[in-house]
């Protein structure tokens, strides 16, 4: 399985501030996706990013408000704009092998105060 | 949308019992994966069973899947305190990306 890393592992931030999430994977992939899990709930699908081309973001989720960046096949980046306490969440990218699983970073713990 | 509902939200064993998570979903699947979570922390894959396989295992884990009935079970024997978390079925129906289920916490007392 890829071995997948996410920085930050946790933040705090200001209301109306902006947080951009880093995920690496130590092998070449075509699709990384972007997942959100609230306090308490499951796993939404965010987007799913492809290299050289734009994100695919799932009903709910705009670009505005979650601009992604994948400028590499190891490298994606997930940025939370004009945060508010909602968006308090842990947020964890994935790859998937050939054999079609799916295996996700250890994730990003952001609080909104 | 959340397409797995999980069966049940909670439960809570002694250990070296067995514990089964029952995970129904709504729509045709290609594959079916469980995850464990500890704590709020990153997801750990457990196994993939795919639509038309009826049972896996993989040590002390055994996976059924029904796609007649749209269900599928996760059964832990022998359980360990270490086997506390929260687990998650989740469904891939094509184009990679995966609808998770609502996820059942399981407590194993020692």
């Known amino acids: 399985s890829a071995v997948i890393s996410q920085k930050p592992s946790r933040d705090i931030c200001q209301r109306g501030t902006s947080l951009t999430i880093q995920c690496q994977v130590d092998s070449q992939v075509t699709m990384m996706f972007w997942y959100r899990q609230q306090p308490g709930q499951s796993l939404t699908l965010i987007a799913t990013?492809?290299?050289?081309?734009?994100?695919?973001?799932e009903s709910g989720f705009v670009i505005d408000k979650f601009p992604i960046s994948r400028p590499n096949l190891t490298f994606s980046t997930l940025t939370v704009s004009n945060m508010s306490p909602e968006d308090s969440s842990i947020y964890l990218c994935s790859v998937e092998n050939r054999r079609d699983e799916q295996f996700f970073g250890p994730g990003t713990r952001l609080t909104v105060l | 949308s959340q397409q797995g509902e999980e069966d049940p939200q909670a439960l809570s064993i002694q250990e070296g019992e067995n514990a089964t998570m029952n995970c129904s979903y709504k729509?045709?699947?290609?594959?079916l994966q469980w995850y464990r979570q500890n704590s709020g922390r990153g997801l750990v894959h457990l196994i993939l069973i795919r639509s038309n396989e009826r049972e896996k295992h993989s040590g002390r884990l055994r996976v059924t899947l029904d796609t007649s009935k749209k269900s599928s079970s996760l059964l832990i024997t022998a359980s360990r305190a270490a086997d506390t978390a929260s687990y998650f079925c989740a469904t891939g129906a094509g184009f990679q990306k995966l609808v998770f289920g609502t996820g059942t916490r399981l407590l194993v007392s020692p």
């Open positions: 990013a492809n290299q050289g081309s734009e994100a695919t973001y």
């Open positions: 729509t045709s699947i290609n594959n």
